[in-house]
């Protein structure tokens, strides 16, 4: 496959914004070979070590990818050369710039105080290290965003989505805006916060170290965490619950475990949705009806999913591709 081709998929793949055709040629070229997946991993990789670079302008994608390409196969036989990567993203399009020999962006780019932001699409989860050297997972269907001189003048950024943050230590506070509904300022720790805007509630879990939650606009009334505690604020009638936990069952996602803790039909829809990327509908009849489920999956298909959730609920199922129909039996 000649490299026009590979650039006409790959990067909308890398950016979360590929068409189902695209995705559908993605994955014939990705499985057809194994050097096909190494080679997209080293891309993948890279896009996401520089991903806090942020925006530096437009550049041209094709002349930007292909350099990208050849200097993955430089990089084979010269291993000892200087490497630098620039993802530049401006509105919808998207490129990547390889920078030989070159130690300080500062003398190509202009020190503006742009803003970042990083994406989990669905159906995918994403490994990012912050300009700090604290790391963070993005579940699918989050983001984070924050400006080019975090770190340097604070460390604080938005959050939508869910992300699990390994926070190193620092003398300027670490703080974290979960849809602008709640703030948690970080002291040197690792824990979850569940944040999205579709959800009624925030959920935040401490594994270790020590937080703190305060709302917008309070001041001197922060609400500090124990590890192991599991914290849950319901934004509609700004009301905070605490509970004693397994924190492993809240956490559980970033290594591949879909994990179900008594929840709800329309709970467990959103979970799966965001998880494969799929649209499931589900019939009128079941909207009212109290059912709920716990369970913990691994390595399942999505298929293999709706069929415990079916046998546990007495429930029916359709699959079309993307496409997932729930329903009692009779009604349809």
């Given at each position: ?53 942020g ?23 010269r ?48 490994e ?22 975090f ?112 929840e709800s ?61 729930i329903?009692?039996e009779?009604?349809?």
């Amino acid at each position: 496959m000649k490299k026009e081709e590979i650039y006409s998929f790959i990067v909308p793949v890398l950016l979360g914004e590929d068409t189902p055709e695209e995705r559908g040629r993605f994955e014939k070229w990705l499985n057809g070979s194994r050097e096909n997946r190494e080679l997209f991993s080293e891309y993948k990789r890279i896009w996401q070590e520089v991903g806090h670079l942020g925006e530096y302008g437009r550049f041209d994608p094709e002349r930007g990818f292909h350099r990208l390409m050849e200097e993955n196969n430089l990089r084979k036989v010269r291993k000892r050369r200087s490497r630098r990567l620039v993802a530049a993203v401006s509105g919808t399009a998207a490129a990547l710039l390889v920078v030989l020999g070159i130690g300080h962006f500062s003398d190509i780019f202009p020190a503006e105080d742009n803003l970042v932001r990083i994406t989990a699409p669905r159906g995918d989860q994403t490994e990012a290290l912050l300009p700090d050297g604290s790391s963070v997972w993005l579940n699918a269907e989050s983001s984070i965003a924050y400006k080019t001189s975090f770190g340097r003048k604070m460390r604080q950024l938005d959050l939508t989505g869910e992300a699990f943050f390994d926070v190193r230590s620092g003398s300027k506070p670490f703080i974290v805006n979960a849809i602008g509904q709640l703030q948690i300022r970080v002291h040197g720790t690792r824990f979850n916060v569940m944040a999205y805007p579709d959800e009624e509630v925030i959920e935040t879990t401490l594994e270790e170290g020590r937080i703190s939650l305060l709302l917008p606009g309070e001041q001197g009334s922060e609400r500090y965490m124990e590890p192991g505690q599991w914290a849950v604020f319901h934004s509609g009638k700004e009301r905070f619950e605490y509970r004693m936990v397994n924190t492993d069952l809240y956490t559980g996602w970033i290594h591949k475990k879909i994990i179900l803790r008594n929840e709800s039909l329309l709970q467990l829809v959103n979970r799966l949705e965001r998880w494969f990327d799929a649209d499931i509908k589900i019939d009128e009849s079941l909207a009212a009806e109290e059912c709920h489920f716990s369970g913990i999956f691994e390595k399942e298909s999505l298929e293999e999913i709706m069929d415990a959730i079916a046998r546990a609920g007495d429930l029916q199922y359709r699959i079309s591709g993307r496409d997932v129909e729930i329903f009692r039996e009779g009604a349809k």
